[in-house]
């Protein structure tokens, strides 16, 4: 069974930061490249970050520079460093392995006022 827990949202102003957690079983996480998401109101999902196994990362270019995707191997955790943020920025955020269907956590709400 596929687990995987999204934490570390709340309500910020624009210019705040947060840091997301996403927790995962070890053989969900072991080898797997991960993704961040986020869906904000009216609007369809994107993949704002991804990270592969080896490390190595990718961003759109609406975070590029803002936000940072890191893994944690000894924790089975993915991390979402979020700086300098935007009120377009306000979704719900959800992690998943880049390579599986139908895994998505409860997400984890990000507010950002103006």
């Known amino acids: 069974q596929v687990q995987l827990v999204e934490s570390g949202g709340g309500l910020v102003q624009a210019g705040g930061s947060l840091r997301l957690s996403c927790a995962a079983s070890l053989s969900t996480f072991s080898g797997n490249a991960f993704g961040w998401y986020r869906q904000a109101p009216g609007k369809q999902r994107e993949l704002v970050a991804r990270?592969?196994?080896?490390?190595?990362?990718n961003y759109a270019d609406s975070v590029k520079g803002r936000f940072t995707i890191s893994r944690d191997n000894a924790k089975n955790t993915v991390y979402l460093q979020m700086n300098s943020l935007k009120p377009e920025d306000t979704a719900v955020y959800y992690c998943?392995?880049?390579?599986?269907?139908?895994?998505w956590g409860q997400g984890t709400q990000v507010t950002v006022s103006s």
């Open positions: 998943k392995p880049m390579a599986y269907v139908n895994v």
């Open positions: 990270i592969y196994a080896s490390g190595s990362t």
